[in-house]
């Protein structure tokens, strides 16, 4: 999930809300979701670019120690 | 032999990273098939209750055992060393389905289109931890 996807459903929930579909409490409930998805997102991509980072680091030392 | 070095120095900084950048990537925890098991059953509850809606009964039982799973998630990667992503996104995935327990506790049956807004939510931020704790380094 990225944050185009966020902006998607907070569109989607606002929709619901504004047609009576979910309560007050309901949308209140989504929309904190989608703070908490966010920090989600954030936090999952700089994980990724740490795993990324890795195996680059362990990659260049295989090369630098077959050589040596 | 001198050129690989120049290459290696070369890569690492033109990506501009601090000395601490550096250590963390690499003294990264890696990959447990303990925290992978774990949000793999987060995400599974989340989509099964999905196809229980109409049952606002049967989804609070089964946000029960998801609520459960994702404390033990946190739980799980609190004390392993070199975890700290793997413990923030865990500890947000468990404040999700808190969230989403209180509502079914709070009196009133949630609606059934609240029902699938949120397990969706839930099902994909559970997918995307699942994604890159199943990525860590081997």
């Not at chain 2, 070369?10 to 098991?37: H, I, K, R, V």
């Not at chain 2, 327990?101 to 995307?128: F, H, I, M, Q, W």
């Amino acid at each position: 999930m990225n944050l185009d996807d966020i902006q998607q459903m907070y569109e989607s929930y606002t929709l619901m809300y504004n047609r009576g579909e979910i309560s007050a409490a309901e949308y209140k409930d989504l929309l904190e979701g989608i703070e908490i998805s966010k920090v989600i997102a954030e936090d999952a991509i700089e994980l990724e670019y740490k795993e990324q980072l890795n195996t680059i680091i362990r990659t260049a030392i295989g090369v630098v120690a077959a050589v040596a | 032999m001198n050129h690989l070095k120049n290459l290696l120095l070369a890569l690492l900084l033109s990506s501009s990273l601090t000395g601490c950048a550096l250590w963390d990537a690499y003294f990264m925890a890696g990959y447990d098939s303990g925290e992978y098991t774990l949000v793999t059953k987060v995400r599974t509850e989340a989509e099964y209750a999905l196809e229980k809606c109409s049952s606002p009964t049967e989804v609070r039982a089964i946000i029960d055992v998801m609520y459960f799973e994702a404390n033990t998630l946190h739980n799980y990667t609190q004390h392993i060393p070199n975890n700290e992503d793997a413990k923030k996104l865990a500890k947000n995935l468990k404040e999700l389905v808190y969230k989403t327990r209180e509502l079914y506790y709070n009196g009133k049956d949630p609606s059934e289109a609240y029902c699938k807004a949120k397990l969706t939510l839930v099902a994909k931020n559970a997918e995307n931890v699942q994604k890159v704790l199943g990525s860590k380094p081997r």
